[in-house]
């Protein structure tokens, strides 16, 4: 090889080697380890980041599934406690909080500890008859309610001046391009952006000039009515915050993000810190509009965008505004995250591989079954006079009859040692966990009956 | 033929008109291709009662009857007893699968049973929908899909609990006839519990391999199931870039112990490169490379070769040094040069136009350089050209192209 003549402006290595620079680049410094006797300096440990950074990067499935449940059905609920009745029922808020996170966290511990999603366990555990109960419940349920995210997305454009039938489209060709091709670090980061949108509530909050004593009276002073309305929103306002949706969600990114039961921690922390986010933004939403409408004595609000629109006259444009910037972030976040939980709950059921990581080709019925979710609910959502209202009141029993199940699985599966070893739920959670399963089949029973003895004409409470 | 949804509404009936209602079955899984069936399982007054299948004299397909000898020679048998039998109900019925032939996870919604020379065997598992429906409509609805049905011989059951392996639960290994590559993109499909259950019931070589495969973070989650004991063998066995790579990951407390355990050399390497901080050259180097004195002729070098670089991570290109202890590159050949017949020496053979990598460079850039370069490596040297190792095409590729690092690319290393 060196026999053949020096191409002309290269030169042998030996000389190139002199030109090199001597001086090497600045390294940064690294952790000192005493291996067998000497003390080496590694600068290659990869070492999770300090400070605020740290805390940032512990966020994720769990702000994202619970900030979710603050959509635009959410967003109608709260702000129909707040119209209807004030400040009173903030209280309940306070105490679901508790509960939200108890049944989140154990969700989250379930991911890391079996490194399985909810419908996986449950399909192992409990056989097929329950899992398919579930699983067409939870596609029947999160198509209505996605179509009636995508509902959320067109009020709330209108709102701000942009067509319906610019933004549904947008949102939902939006919303497919980022699953479909990004990957599940990207997704969920860009997830965790949209929950920004939600501090639009309590800055309409302080914008309505709310009572801050009478705040404080309705968070901490329990108040019953033996009313109709009141019990039924009361029970509305806790099906709304616990929703099967948010509990399959969460335990799949868990899983997908790759928790790991050695090192479980972090996720809990997610949960908590998610949990009281999203009851805390739900409670500015009552704030809102209990402080506006509530006292203007506009009582009847049917959706978020009545909501928004109501606020214009009592509190000005600025306050509605922000409702629909926030309606309008929580419905897309809802818009993705509905679709990707019945994707998750379908291919768990069916040992079909499942993941935001996946390619197309790989993960052709997840994607498909995105798609297709996000196909009908945006669709759908274009027709005029779709009725959402009713569709959402059928979606609601549904979601009802599912959750009291849901979380019984979730408890016995939690208290599997074989399973969960160290991770098994304590005492206290245990007493946590059943008495919300108790609190939540009450208000299902309520208004499950409720409206049995409606249709037959019997009212249950007064008012 | 029979499904064994339908097997499990058939009665247990004895000599003496005795009845009682079918539990499970339990399978020697490692008795053949098609695992026979060896107890037949029923609960009496809440007790799990198990019963040699051959006390079965005959199945009345038709009655739906399974004609045992004598119930009462059943025994009970306790949970804790339990957990030694692979039951078809409670542990293969709905668990995840790995089907072989198409490289894919899926769960057995069905067991096809099979009589053979008057022996129950599982035949097959099936996956179809059809399935299904079989087992919700109760008997109502019969079909069965030949499309779905997979041969057991080509399926390998996971329990999703890595120390299954560990305690001695049978497996079939017919995992180990699929590559490295294969059987990493199957793990990505699994829960990371069942991955690490393939990893621990692989040969130690087979699990090194296709541990380097997986994307690190799986790795991280099936290294940390493993034994400690498996642990070092698998980082003593893996390319120490790879090694390097997991190890920088663990806490440093649980890092020092490994690099404690493995040999010397090994852990020599992963220590080198651990120096350098992992968005450097040094840090997508390998430094498992081969290298020759420029004074040694062809045949001395080919002479060289079985013994020296017999376990060398990367071997396809040879770099030529001034010599062994100071390293200074001089030049590189490929490998195919060393099998001509002459005794010219390295240095005379050697292509000394060589670009270098400085090992403190940024590693972006230098991932570019080796792509555009079109080489399988370019060498990385230190300030005074002292040859350090080499950043292969492969972790060039997978340090640009993120969508990559899904699935390792380890083809020249």
Redesign the interface.
């Known amino acids: 090889?060196?026999?053949e003549p020096t191409?002309e402006g290269?030169?042998?290595?030996?000389s190139?080697?002199a030109e090199?620079?001597?001086?090497?680049?600045k390294?940064?410094s690294?952790?000192r380890?005493?291996?067998?006797g000497r003390s080496?300096?590694?600068?290659?440990?990869?070492r999770p980041p300090k400070g605020l950074m740290r805390w940032l990067l512990i966020l994720g499935p769990g702000l994202v599934a619970t900030s979710a449940g603050n959509d635009a059905g959410g967003i109608a609920t709260y702000s129909s406690a707040g119209a209807k009745f004030g400040y009173q029922l903030i209280w309940v808020m306070l105490l679901l909080t508790v509960s939200f996170a108890i049944v989140q966290e154990m969700c989250s511990r379930l991911g890391a500890a079996?490194?399985?999603g909810l419908l996986?366990l449950i399909?192992?555990k409990f056989?097929?008859?329950w899992t398919?109960f579930i699983v067409g419940i939870v596609i029947i349920a999160n198509g209505g309610v996605t179509l009636s995210e995508f509902v959320g997305i067109g009020a709330a454009s209108e709102l701000l001046g942009v067509s319906r039938y610019i933004s549904v489209p947008l949102g939902a060709v939006l919303l497919w391009y980022l699953v479909i091709y990004g990957?599940y670090a990207k997704v969920e980061k860009i997830f965790l952006l949209m929950t920004l949108v939600f501090f639009a509530y309590p800055v309409a909050a302080v914008l309505g000039h709310p009572d801050w004593g009478a705040v404080a009276r309705g968070a901490f002073i329990p108040t019953i009515k033996w009313d109709s309305d009141y019990i039924f929103l009361l029970v509305g306002v806790l099906g709304t915050t616990i929703t099967p949706y948010i509990q399959i969600f969460q335990q799949s990114s868990i899983?997908e993000r790759?928790a790991?039961r050695?090192h479980y921690g972090d996720e809990k922390i997610d949960a908590y810190v998610g949990s009281i986010f999203s009851n805390t933004m739900s409670v500015a939403m009552i704030i809102a509009t209990a402080a506006t409408l509530y006292v203007a004595g506009k009582h009847d609000i049917e959706s978020a965008a009545d909501a928004a629109k109501a606020l214009e006259p009592v509190v000005g444009s600025s306050a509605t505004a922000m409702f629909a910037v926030g309606l309008l972030g929580a419905s897309l976040l809802a818009g993705a995250v509905l679709p990707l939980a019945t994707s998750y709950a379908v291919s768990e059921a069916?040992?079909?591989?499942k993941g935001v990581?996946l390619d197309f080709r790989r993960g052709r019925v997840f994607f498909s079954i995105f798609t297709a979710l996000i196909i009908l609910g945006a669709g759908i959502a274009l027709i005029p006079n779709v009725p959402v209202f009713s569709l959402l009141v059928g979606v609601q029993v549904l979601n009802g009859v599912l959750l009291p199940i849901i979380l019984v699985f979730i408890l016995l599966l939690v208290n599997d040692e074989g399973m969960m070893g160290d991770l098994k739920n304590s005492a206290v959670y245990n007493f946590l966990g059943w008495a919300t399963f108790a609190m939540i089949t009450i208000a299902v029973v309520v208004m499950l009956g409720g409206q049995l003895l409606d249709l037959l004409g019997i009212k249950l409470f007064g008012g | 033929m029979v499904m064994f949804s339908k097997f499990r509404r058939f009665e247990i009936m004895d000599e003496n008109n005795r009845r009682a209602k079918f539990s499970d079955l339990s399978v020697a899984l490692l008795e053949g291709d098609y695992p026979p069936v060896t107890n037949l399982f029923y609960q009496s007054d809440k007790k799990f009662m198990k019963l040699d299948w051959r006390e079965v004299k005959e199945i009345d397909w038709k009655k739906r009857e399974i004609k045992v000898s004598d119930l009462n020679a059943a025994e009970e048998v306790s949970l804790e007893r339990k957990k030694e039998y692979v039951l078809l109900q409670h542990e293969i019925l709905?668990?995840?699968i790995l089907d072989l032939q198409n490289r894919?996870?899926?769960?057995a919604?069905d067991l096809q049973l099979e009589e053979i020379g008057g022996r129950l065997q599982l035949q097959a598992a099936d996956?179809s929908f059809n399935a299904?429906l079989r087992?919700?409509s109760r008997g109502l609805y019969n079909r069965i899909s030949q499309s779905g049905l997979y041969d057991w011989k080509y399926v390998e059951f996971l329990r999703?609990e890595p120390q299954a392996v560990r305690s001695g639960a049978g497996y079939h290994l017919r995992i180990t006839r699929l590559s490295t590559g294969e059987i990493a993109q199957l793990a990505g499909?699994l829960?990371?519990?069942?991955a690490a259950e393939l990893i621990t019931l692989l040969p130690d070589a087979k699990a090194a391999k296709t541990l380097e495969v997986m994307p690190i973070?799986?790795q991280?989650?099936v290294f940390?199931?493993l034994d400690e004991k498996q642990g070092v063998d698998l980082l003593a066995r893996m390319a120490p870039d790879a090694a390097?790579d997991l190890v920088?990951?663990l806490q440093?407390k649980t890092?020092?112990r490994y690099?404690?355990k493995i040999p010397?050399r090994q852990?020599e390497r992963i220590?080198e490169?651990?120096?350098?901080?992992?968005d450097?050259v040094?840090?997508i180097m390998t430094n498992d490379i081969a290298f020759l004195g420029e004074d040694l002729t062809i045949g001395e070098a080919r002479n060289l070769i079985p013994e020296k670089f017999s376990e060398t991570d990367f071997v396809h290109l040879v770099y030529i040094v001034s010599d062994l202890k100071s390293r200074?590159?001089?030049?590189v050949v490929h490998l195919r040069n060393l099998f001509a017949d002459n005794e010219e020496k390295l240095?005379?053979?050697?292509?000394?136009?060589?670009s270098?990598l400085?090992?403190?460079?940024?590693a972006k850039e230098a991932a570019y350089r080796v792509v555009e370069s079109q080489l399988a490596a370019m060498p990385v040297?230190?300030?005074?050209?002292k040859l350090l190792g080499a950043v292969t095409i492969d972790a060039a590729i997978m340090h640009i192209a993120?969508?990559m690092n899904?699935e390792g690319l380890r083809i020249f290393s």
């Open positions: 090889m060196n026999n191409p290269l030169e042998a290595l030996d190139i080697n090199l620079p001597t001086e090497p680049r390294l940064p690294g952790i380890v005493r291996i067998r080496i300096n590694l600068r290659g440990l990869k079996t490194g399985r996986d399909r192992e056989g097929i008859g398919l990957s899983v790759g790991a050695r069916f040992g079909i591989p990581n | 709905d668990a995840l894919r996870s899926i769960r919604n996956t299904i087992r919700i999703g499909y829960p990371y519990l069942h973070e799986r991280l989650q940390e199931e390097a920088g990951l440093p890092m020092r690099l404690e010397r852990s220590i490169l651990l120096r350098y901080p992992e450097t040094g840090g200074c590159l001089r030049g240095k005379d053979i050697m292509d000394p136009f060589i270098t400085n090992a403190t460079d940024a040297t230190d300030a005074d050209g993120p969508a899904a």
